[in-house]
């Protein structure tokens, strides 16, 4: 019921910056977290940060203090703002929400189909 359509990947050198965008699409009553994941070949899919709809941020160690991510009032639309980037910010970066379907019903969550970041040394 919730779609997720992620943008904004690419391709940039060490250093660079990228800005990736996520909006949430399809019937729904609320969204009530947005984050992205990102997953490196051969490693697992890790946390990169998240938000919630009263504006709580959560950050991995390894990118406070070069990414930030921002959402819109009503939570439907995510952006991470990517600077300082290094090669090891590489992955395939995922787009995530929790989202319920009815009023009182319960969250699940949803994936996007993920984007590819490129950073070059």
């Known amino acids: 019921q919730v779609q997720l359509v992620e943008s904004g990947g690419g391709l940039v050198q060490a250093g660079g910056s990228l800005r990736l965008s996520c909006v949430a699409s399809g019937s729904f009553s609320s969204i009530n977290t947005m984050g992205w994941y990102r997953q490196a070949p051969g490693k697992q899919r890790e946390l990169v940060a998240t938000?919630?709809?009263?504006?709580?941020?959560n950050y991995a160690d390894s990118v406070k203090g070069r990414f930030t991510i921002s959402g819109d009032n009503v939570l439907n639309t995510v952006d991470l703002q990517m600077s300082s980037l290094k090669p090891e910010d590489t992955a395939v970066y995922y787009c995530?929400?929790?989202?319920?379907?009815?009023?009182?019903?319960?969250?699940?969550?949803?994936w996007g189909q993920g984007t590819q970041v490129t950073v070059s040394s």
């Open positions: 938000i919630t709809r009263g504006g709580n941020t």
């Open positions: 995530w929400a929790t989202a319920r379907v009815t009023t009182w019903g319960p969250q699940y969550g949803y």
